[in-house]
């Protein structure tokens, strides 16, 4: 069995953010990214980015947890 690494905890948690943040902004049009950190449009991006990159770890994180099963 695949044990989680830190980085796949985290990166599952920000990956539960960013869904939340699009379920916001399907329902309601509510940007929570913008609404936190909307006045430094750097670090805002830089949230994106990092949601991004959580994505594709956790792709890989399912791909590593089912080929060792």
Do not use: C, H, Q
Request: proline residues 1%; without cysteine.
């Amino acid at each position: 069995m695949y044990k989680l690494s830190l980085i796949d905890k985290i990166s599952l948690l920000i990956v539960i953010f960013g869904s939340i943040n699009w379920g916001l902004i399907g329902l309601f049009n509510f940007n929570l990214v913008k609404f936190i950190f909307g006045m430094i449009p750097l670090l805002e991006r830089l949230i994106y980015i990092a949601v991004g990159l959580s994505g594709v770890n956790t792709l890989l994180f399912i791909k590593k947890s089912r080929s060792v099963s």
